[in-house]
């Protein structure tokens, strides 16, 4: 499986952006999805994750009430609908699936830039 996140841009505070990420190969649907970011010198979190077991999905409370994840199955893509931006969610965003307990298969990331 491979993961491959798109759609980040420069945006201001306020405005809104969607990511994709969109997974090749096969099983798409039987694993968890999560989205993680990662703001320069800084550790990499979590933001959000799409559980397959029940369709539940589960926020950073940073993000909560502002950040949306969903998944078009026939597209084998997770999104994460980003909305009320702030300029501390400027980074680096990766999707990553679950593999057992630990986090797999890492995109290449998508910058989100977010000016005041």
């Known amino acids: 499986v491979q993961l491959q996140a798109s759609g980040g841009g420069l945006v201001q505070a306020g405005g809104s952006l969607r990511l994709s990420c969109t997974a090749s190969?096969?099983?798409?649907?039987?694993?968890?999805l999560g989205w993680f970011r990662q703001a320069p010198g800084k550790e990499r979190v979590f933001v959000a994750v799409l559980r397959r077991s029940g369709g539940s999905s589960v926020y950073a409370d940073s993000v909560k009430g502002r950040f949306t994840i969903s998944t078009d199955n026939t597209k084998k893509t997770v999104y994460l609908q980003m909305n009320s931006l702030k300029p501390e969610d400027t980074a680096v965003y990766y999707c990553?699936?679950?593999?057992?307990?630990?986090?797999?298969?890492w995109g290449q990331g998508t910058q989100v830039t977010v000016s005041s």
């Open positions: 990553a699936r679950l593999v057992g307990s630990q986090w797999a298969n």
């Open positions: 190969g096969r099983s798409y649907g039987s694993y968890d």
